[in-house]
T-cell receptor, first 114, second 113 residues
Framework: DAGVIQSPRHEVTEMGQEVTLRCKPISGHDYLFWYRQTMMRGLELLIYFNNNVPIDDSGMPEDRFSAKMPNASFSTLKIQPSEPRDSAVYFC????????????FGSGTQLSVL | GENVEQHPSTLSVQEGDSAVIKCTYSDSASNYFPWYKQELGKGPQLIIDIRSNVGEKKDQRIAVTLNKTAKHFSLHITETQPEDSAVYFCAASPLYGTDKLIFGTGTRLQVFP
């Protein structure tokens, strides 16, 4: 298996623009997680899905952030409009059995909002 | 809610020496404690985990110990090698509530040849 695939690897955009991050989880994994990593706040869980259904989005910082999982093999995290403080590395992870089991992380998307 | 503190933030050791990273947690109901290793430009990767029904777990050069009374757990790496150089994160998962994994702030380990 190729593992969790994220795209793009790097994204540079200007403040106010819409940003869409993409994730393909490992086939057969029922859980998908979006994390954000910054120096100040470390690794934060933004939202997670179970069987394509959002379970907990309490970590989504603002209404500017939204996430979807239209099918078992694809998820997006959208920021609209983007702000410089959104600059971070965004990770997608998947798991066959939830948070109390091994999470498989993608390589992340480095987002820079100018 | 759960809070996880991790120390030290940086650790430098000579190849062959041991390295120990410590974490404390606040929620006594937490019952799952994984450790992740993050290499430069990559996502975190699980290296070992422990559950609250055991006190110690070993996997080759890596071991984790858990003290539930004191609410702390530690990662031990013996016979360190340069490829062990990375950032290590501990995490704790509360038993109740929103079922989140709360990560520590990370330890940057450097192993010098």
């Amino acid at each position: 298996d190729a593992g969790v695939i994220q795209s793009p690897r790097h994204e540079v955009t200007e403040m106010g623009q819409e940003v869409t991050l993409r994730c393909k989880p490992i086939s057969g994994h029922d859980y998908l997680f979006w994390y954000r990593q910054t120096m100040m706040r470390g690794l934060e869980l933004l939202i997670y899905f179970n069987n394509n259904v959002p379970i907990d989005d309490s970590g989504m910082p603002e209404d500017r952030f939204s996430a979807k999982m239209p099918n078992a093999s694809f998820s997006t995290l959208k920021i609209q409009p983007s702000e410089p403080r959104d600059s971070a590395v965004y990770f997608c992870a998947s798991s066959p059995q939830g948070l109390k089991e091994k999470l498989f992380f993608g390589s992340g998307t480095q987002l820079s909002v100018l | 809610g759960e809070n996880v503190e991790q120390h030290p933030s940086t650790l430098s050791v000579q190849e062959g020496d041991s390295a120990v990273i410590k974490c404390t947690y606040s929620d006594s109901a937490s019952n799952y404690f994984p450790w992740y290793k993050q290499e430069l430009g990559k996502g975190p990767q699980l290296i070992i985990d422990i559950r609250s029904n055991v006190g110690e777990k070993k996997d080759q050069r890596i071991a984790v110990t858990l003290n539930k009374t004191a609410k702390h757990f530690s990662l031990h790496i013996t016979e360190t090698q340069p490829e062990d150089s990375a950032v290590y994160f501990c995490a704790a998962s509360p038993l109740y509530g929103t079922d989140k994994l709360i990560f520590g702030t990370g330890t940057r380990l450097q192993v010098f040849p």
